[in-house]
C-alpha cells in the first residue's frame, strides 16, 4: 500500500514520498527476425521495413537477397508494440507480395513467410512463446491469414520448425490442408490466394549463415548441404540446405545453426570446408544473415579466419541491443 491509497492508519505514520518508492520494473524487451518474401524491389522493402517503424520498436537490421527473393528483418522493442508492427507488417504484405508471381531458391509457404520470436535465454521463452500464440490469433483474425506455430509455441511436438512445413512446397502445403492432413493453429482453414500461410514461433537464437561455393555446382552445393547437415552426419543442430544463386554467379551452402554451444560458426564452417575439400570444391568468403549473439563469436578463430573479413561491430546482437545484453 502506497501513499496515495493509505487513507487511515497511525496519527504520525510518514506517508511514502513517491521518490522513495522503488522505480516499476522495466518492461521486457522482446525481439522478433521476421522472414518476407521480398528480395528485389528496394521500394517494395522500404515500404514493408517502414511498416514496423512503429514507436517502441526498433528495426536492427535488414538483410535482403534477391536470388533468395527475401529479406530477414530484425526488430526488438516492447511486446505490444513489436506486436502491433508485425501485425503492420503482415498487411503490408498482403497488400504488395503475391506468391503466385514469386520465384526465389529459398523455401516459402507465405508472403510474411516465417515470424520466429527470439528468446534470448531460457527465462525469456515463456514470453516468446506467449507473443507467438498472441500474433497467431490477431493475424487470424484481422487479416484473415492462415497460421501455423512452431516450436516453443506449437500446440503439437511435430511442428518443431519451419521446415516441417515446408517439405513439399507451397503447392503441397495448399494440398495437406485441402485434405485436413494439416490444420491451421489460427485463421481459415485453407491459404491465401496470394498471400499463403504464416508460420509463427518461438526459440532460442539462431545464425543464419551461408558459405559461397565460388566455381561450385548446385548439385555440389547440395552435395555438401547434405553431408554437413545434423540429419547428414553433421554436427548438432546444423540445418544446411545448397544452391546455385544465378544472379550472384556461385553455388552456396546455407547454414542455420541451432545449437550454438555446441555448434559454433566454427565447427560449421570446418565442416563445409571438410566436404567442399572431400569433392575438390573451393571455398570462398562466408555471408552473415541478420544480427549474430556475441556469445558465438567468443570461440574459435577470429571472424576473418571463417571468411568475415568485414564483420562489424553493428552485426553483433548486443551492440544494436544493449537492453538485452547478458553477462558472458
Request: aromatic share 2%.
Amino acid at each position: 500500500m502506497n501513499d496515495r491509497e493509505h487513507r487511515g492508519g497511525a496519527q504520525g505514520a510518514a506517508a511514502l514520498a513517491d521518490r522513495d518508492l522503488p522505480s516499476p520494473p522495466a518492461r521486457p524487451a522482446a525481439l522478433a527476425v521476421p522472414n518476407v518474401s521480398e528480395g528485389r524491389d528496394p521500394e517494395t522493402i522500404r515500404a514493408l521495413v517502414d511498416a514496423c517503424r512503429l514507436p517502441r520498436v526498433r528495426v536492427l537490421d535488414v538483410h535482403s537477397d534477391p536470388d533468395h527473393h527475401r529479406s530477414v528483418i530484425t526488430l526488438a522493442g516492447d511486446p505490444l508494440a513489436l506486436q502491433d508492427a508485425l501485425v503492420a507488417l503482415a498487411w503490408e504484405c498482403l497488400d504488395r507480395i503475391d506468391l503466385r508471381r514469386h520465384r526465389g531458391v529459398h523455401p516459402r509457404v507465405g508472403a510474411l513467410d516465417v515470424v520466429p520470436f527470439v528468446a534470448l535465454t531460457a527465462g525469456d521463452l515463456p514470453l516468446a512463446a506467449e507473443m507467438a500464440r498472441g500474433l497467431a490469433q490477431r493475424l487470424g483474425e484481422e487479416l484473415n491469414l492462415p497460421v501455423f506455430l512452431y516450436g516453443a509455441a506449437a500446440a503439437r511436438p511435430e511442428r518443431t520448425r519451419p521446415r516441417d512445413f515446408r517439405r513439399a512446397g507451397l503447392e503441397g502445403l495448399v494440398r495437406e490442408v485441402e485434405a485436413g492432413a494439416v490444420v491451421p493453429d489460427a485463421g481459415p482453414p485453407r491459404l491465401h490466394p496470394t498471400a499463403g500461410a504464416v508460420l509463427v514461433g518461438a526459440r532460442p537464437p539462431l545464425v543464419a549463415w551461408n558459405v559461397w561455393l565460388p566455381h561450385g555446382t548446385l548439385e555440389e552445393a547440395r552435395a555438401i548441404a547434405a553431408r554437413v547437415r545434423e540429419s547428414g552426419g553433421g554436427p548438432p543442430g546444423v540445418r544446411a540446405l545448397g544452391f546455385y544463386l544465378p544472379e550472384a554467379g556461385a553455388a552456396q551452402v546455407s547454414l542455420n545453426l541451432e545449437d550454438l554451444e555446441r555448434t559454433p560458426p566454427a565447427r560449421a564452417v570446418a565442416a563445409v570446408r571438410t566436404e567442399a575439400e572431400r569433392l575438390g570444391v573451393e571455398v570462398g568468403e562466408s555471408e552473415l544473415v541478420g544480427l549474430i549473439p556475441a556469445a558465438a563469436l567468443r570461440r574459435g578463430p577470429a571472424p576473418a579466419a571463417l571468411g568475415l573479413p568485414r564483420l562489424t561491430p553493428a552485426q553483433v546482437l548486443e551492440a544494436r541491443l544493449p537492453a538485452l545484453r547478458r553477462a558472458a
